[in-house]
């Protein structure tokens, strides 16, 4: 039985759903941001891949709603009273996908990969003096001076996102993809299934153990309410939006901002800003060219640039515009039952709002990160 429940994402991370019941294979087809073409999130920075990576991977540690570091795959760590020395040990049950515990052992050759290829890993390892195996759930961050950067390093939201791998993977330069995407999160990715240009697929782990405390932000449970993920390849923005409506799809992560009028229109559609702070537009002057070399011309430009003409004409919808910022949008449908939509009772892991939530210092988080259900 494939969900009904249609639901257009914009940017966001934690969705309520309406799941149907436990022996119905419950699927949800979603039209992302792009197309997935690369899969190792250690090798390439694009948002898609690092969504990716949440969909079947885990972290050390993960960012709260607060923005706070909180432990995910490791149950406790210590810090020698001489700030040198951090002993992490893991969580008991974790597994990897093929069925093989995760160990100290996979955790350490993982974040010397990712910490070979991040900025932020780079400058935490200038600190590093060692990185020592105790046993099978426990190792040690040994450092050659104190510094304040393990935990947010470990625990960073975005690209590069210290993801952990088994070994075997973990062992490939940081500068070559990885041909085997053996991960420990809680779905489990289906490559003989997936097709460039049509869709991924992704299948609920079962095996997979979340953490006992609340979701929060990044971190704290991550409890799958559906079986099925597929991500759908459709370029054309109309196109998509059509799918949606007619009910071939259950969500699209960014909906274009000139086809909401669209989406409003249809009452089965439910439109939820995912971003109190909003989204800017960038703007750069190639000042190797003229005119924009003189730097006259490019004050001149700043003088007669209005923020507010240009969000009309390229927004719109002034309920869409606040400042020179534009909002990310969510919006949710129930086709099959009028009137039990997404209730505001049930809040996402923020609070802020019914379907999903994002966190302001990272404004494209994965989908995959919160399944709650009614």
Not at 133 to 143: E, K, S
Request: proline share 7%.
């Amino acid at each position: 039985m494939t969900m009904r429940r249609r639901l257009v994402l914009g940017l966001a991370s934690a969705v309520l759903l309406h799941v149907a019941p436990a022996q119905a294979e419950t699927t949800l087809r979603v039209v992302m941001h792009s197309d997935l073409k690369l899969l190792d999130p250690v090798w390439s920075g694009g948002y898609i891949t690092r969504n990716h990576g949440y969909m079947i991977y885990d972290t050390l540690f993960a960012t709260d709603a607060k923005g706070e570091i909180r432990p995910q795959m490791v149950e406790r760590y210590d810090v020698s009273a001489d700030k040198l020395t951090y002993t992490m040990t893991l969580r008991d049950g974790l597994t990897w996908h093929d069925g093989k515990p995760v160990t100290a052992e996979d955790c350490v050759a993982s974040i010397k990969r990712w910490g070979a290829r991040d900025s932020f890993g780079q400058k935490l390892m200038t600190f590093v003096k060692d990185l020592v195996v105790v046993d099978a759930r426990t190792f040690r961050i040994v450092l050659s001076e104190p510094t304040g950067l393990v935990l947010p390093a470990l625990g960073k939201p975005s690209v590069y996102v210290p993801f952990m791998m088994p070994k075997r993977v973990a062992d490939t330069s940081s500068n070559e993809q990885i041909s085997d995407y053996t991960g420990s999160g809680p779905f489990v990715f289906k490559r003989d299934e997936w097709k460039a240009g049509d869709k991924v697929v992704y299948v609920k782990f079962d095996k997979y153990r979340p953490r006992p405390e609340p979701p929060s932000g990044l971190a704290g449970g991550k409890v799958a309410k559906v079986d099925r993920v597929e991500w759908r390849a459709i370029a054309d923005h109309q196109t998509a939006i059509n799918a949606l409506l007619s009910g071939e799809i259950d969500m699209i992560e960014s909906p274009p901002h000139d086809l909401l009028p669209v989406l409003k229109a249809d009452r089965n559609v439910k439109l939820v800003d995912t971003s109190p702070l909003g989204l800017q537009y960038a703007f750069r002057f190639n000042t190797l060219h003229p005119p924009f070399d003189n730097v006259k011309i490019r004050q001149a430009l700043w003088y007669a640039f209005n923020q507010e003409d240009f969000l009309k004409a390229t927004i719109g919808d002034p309920t869409a515009r606040r400042s020179s910022r534009r909002r990310a949008w969510t919006a949710c449908s129930n086709r099959t039952s009028p009137g039990r939509g997404l209730s505001s009772r049930r809040r996402a892991t923020t609070g802020r709002r019914s379907c999903c939530c994002i966190r302001p210092t990272s404004p494209c988080w994965p989908i995959s990160r919160r399944w709650r259900s009614r």
